[in-house]
């Protein structure tokens, strides 16, 4: 059974920066599309970045500019580099992947194959 686990989570001030990582033993991300999603308290997940199989990404545009997407298909890991984080990016930050999916022309929307557990992530001086 393949299970995502993101780590990297924790505390920061406003205008520091955190670097999650996800790690998916065992499932060759190659041919398929990664994500990473998030849901502050009281609201709707959201599509925070998406890195489809070609590499191409593309970001919310709250996050543009400031966070990166990457990925390690040799490794079975996926990123998410975050700068000058803000307190409205505090919220679980979770990873996904999609079998039926190798592109992010629709990761906001439809459903995800495999998620991870999440993480917290907390901007607050």
């Known amino acids: 059974q393949v299970q995502f686990v993101e780590t990297g989570g924790g505390l920061v001030q406003p205008g520091g920066s955190l670097r999650l990582s996800c790690a998916a033993p065992g499932f060759g991300l190659d041919y398929y599309a990664v994500a990473w999603f998030r849901q502050a308290p009281g609201k709707e997940r959201e599509g925070v970045s998406c890195?489809?199989?070609?590499?191409?990404?593309t970001y919310a545009d709250s996050v543009k500019g400031r966070f990166t997407i990457a990925r390690d298909n040799a490794q079975n890991r996926i990123y998410l580099q975050m700068e000058n984080l803000k307190p409205e990016d505090t919220a679980v930050y979770y990873c996904?992947?999609?079998?039926?999916?190798?592109?992010?022309?629709?990761?906001?929307?439809?459903?995800?194959?495999?998620w991870g557990p999440g993480t917290q992530v907390t901007v607050s001086s």
């Open positions: 996904a992947a999609d079998i039926e999916r190798s592109t992010c022309s629709t990761f906001r929307g439809g459903t995800w194959s495999y």
């Open positions: 890195s489809g199989h070609d590499f191409r990404s």
